[in-house]
């Protein structure tokens, strides 16, 4: 993890920072001012609300129930990693700020059918015809080496164009870990769920989502075998 992951991930403001910068702390987002901080284990109607909008712009949360659990916080952490935001999942008035924009950020190929996986912002987003349809959560090679199963491996994940060849759909063990329902489009490197899911990379050279994101995916049709995936 680099010393800036680590300021992004420890500094709790709030969504301080970059927001200035990017203009988005406008007249035009009056609908999200005033509202409280919020974080993991609130609850109420500004946790409702939260989770409608972060769903209508493809911060998939799952259901809109008032309760910010640990797949809001997954969709929280996509939107401030999105924006240039920290990366603390507290929804404060600058992370309030782009809830309220109503904005997706762009693919990086244009139009297609294809997941892309940004190891730079540490997000994987689905590209579904011109739009981006989820940006989610992800985390990707620590690009520490370790040791498993006999060998070393250097924790990479590598940068190119691939497309899904193999899934597993259960929980698999192997060199690189333990893998709910993976999805491999690189040698043994998958994209699967898994228990944890940190705003950096974390992972042996695999891209993590949340177990509920992988399930989503699945059903929806977006994660599939020959879906193209694109790492940069």
């Given at each position: 993890?680099?010393?800036?992951?680590?300021?992004?991930?420890v500094a709790g403001v709030a969504g301080a920072g970059a927001l200035g910068a990017l203009g988005l702390a406008t007249a035009?987002?009056?609908?999200?001012?005033?509202?409280?901080?919020?974080?993991?284990?609130?609850?109420?109607?500004?946790?409702?609300?939260?989770?409608?909008?972060?769903?209508?712009?493809?911060?998939?949360?799952?259901?809109?129930?008032?309760?910010?659990?640990?797949?809001?916080?997954?969709?929280?952490?996509?939107?401030?990693?999105?924006?240039?935001?920290?990366?603390d999942a507290v929804v404060g008035p600058n992370t309030w700020g782009v809830?309220?924009?109503?904005?997706?950020?762009?693919?990086?190929?244009?139009?297609?059918?294809?997941?892309e996986i940004d190891k730079a912002r540490q997000l994987l987003l689905v590209v579904w015809g011109n739009s981006v349809r989820y940006?989610?959560?992800?985390s990707t090679g620590s690009n520490q080496p370790?040791?498993?199963?006999?060998?070393?491996?250097?924790?990479?994940?590598?940068?190119?164009?691939?497309?899904?060849?193999r899934k597993v759909n259960g929980w698999s063990n192997d060199a690189l870990g333990s893998l709910y329902r993976p999805h491999f489009f690189n040698g043994a490197i998958a994209i699967h769920g898994a228990t944890s899911i940190p705003?950096?990379?974390?992972?042996?050279?695999?891209?993590r989502l949340s177990t509920s994101a992988q399930d989503m995916l699945i059903a929806g049709g977006y994660l599939t075998i020959g879906r193209s995936v694109a790492v940069f």
């Open positions: 993890m680099s010393h800036i992951g680590r300021r992004q991930v035009g987002h009056a609908e999200a001012a005033g509202r409280p901080t919020i974080q993991l284990g609130s609850t109420g109607s500004n946790v409702t609300y939260l989770q409608q909008r972060l769903n209508y712009v493809g911060y998939w949360c799952g259901g809109a129930d008032g309760v910010f659990g640990a797949q809001t916080q997954q969709a929280v952490y996509a939107l401030q990693k999105a924006w240039g935001l920290y990366r809830v309220g924009s109503n904005q997706r950020r762009p693919a990086r190929y244009g139009p297609g059918y294809r997941i940006t989610l959560n992800t370790f040791y498993s199963w006999g060998r070393w491996y250097n924790g990479q994940t590598p940068s190119g164009s691939f497309s899904v060849f705003p950096y990379n974390a992972s042996h050279g695999c891209c």
